[in-house]
């Protein structure tokens, strides 16, 4: 019969799918517990005989059983629901973040977030986590959106939160791996001091954190821990603006001069020549590692 069905209607028919407007069909259910949805252009005369055919359903929660769906496939890796749900996306991108949200909260939350884009899922992975999935193709949205994004979330509901954007995954039987992958990398080396991080801002957090492994850590950290407040902070304002001495003096609201006789310094105290790329990512890790062992 659903063959039958799917050939009469064509297009105009989806068996056991999650539509982006759902509210364009007309929904029905078989004997077997297979959804029908046909659109709602067909003329009242079929839809009276359909719903003779077949059990008519009032409303359809999709947005849950979208949700439920993406959870048994991304946390308990249940790739068998690839088969028996059709879904119109290639792949996916992760937007991590970490919330403290009670259940009213959280459905202000995905109203929030659906105001945005109406395609995104939202799913509450845990108490402390949870991950917004965006369908949109690669670099239809830039770092400033998604910073407006969190600016939202900050403002609406008064908690600082910070936003992990993952590169996009080929929806398949690795999705799940891919999945977990990430989520265990951000719970570990999320930068609370970054609004918008991406993989080259968490592969730095990384590097930042693990520093300590590397032997000849303590010798180059005692050099800096030794120096004037000052010249670690016109050094770490320096690399901040791109090794641009104008740029760092104006943020530090000092001469331009003065400015570059404390990074002189600083490179004769420390043997880390910071104007060159080798040396200042070694201090700049350096400094990062320090910062956070200092605010513990």
Known sequence: ML????????????????PDYP??????????????????????????LLSLLFDEIVSVDFDQQKRLFWLELLLY???????????????????????????????????????FNEKFIVLFIDREYGVILDFNKRNEYDVEEFEEIAKAINEDFYYYTNLYKTVDYLIDDQISEAFLKEFNLYQKYRN??????????????????????YDGFNQLAQKI?????????VVKCYLDNNFNLSMGAKALYMHRNTF???LERFIQLTGLNVKEFKHAIVAYILIKNLELKSNM
Request: hydrophobic share 35%; charged share 30%.
């Open 3 to 18: 063959l039958q069905i799917k050939e009469l209607y064509k297009e105009n028919c989806i068996i056991d799918e999650m």
């Open 77 to 115: 890796g249940k790739t068998k629901l690839l088969e028996t749900m059709v879904h119109p996306y290639d792949e996916v991108r992760f937007i991590f973040f970490h919330h403290n949200f009670d259940s009213d909260t959280k459905i202000e939350f995905d109203q929030l977030i659906k105001s």
């Open 260 to 262: 570059m006789n404390k």
């Open 225 to 233: 821990e030794r120096l004037s407040y000052d010249l670690v902070e």
């Open 192 to 213: 609370r001091q970054v609004l918008i991080m991406e993989q080259q801002e968490l592969l730095l957090q990384y590097m930042i954190l693990t520093v300590n492994d």
């Open 23 to 48: 509210n364009d069909y007309y929904w029905f259910k078989d004997e077997g517990n297979h959804l029908i949805g046909i659109k709602k252009n067909v003329p009242t005369s079929e839809k009276k």
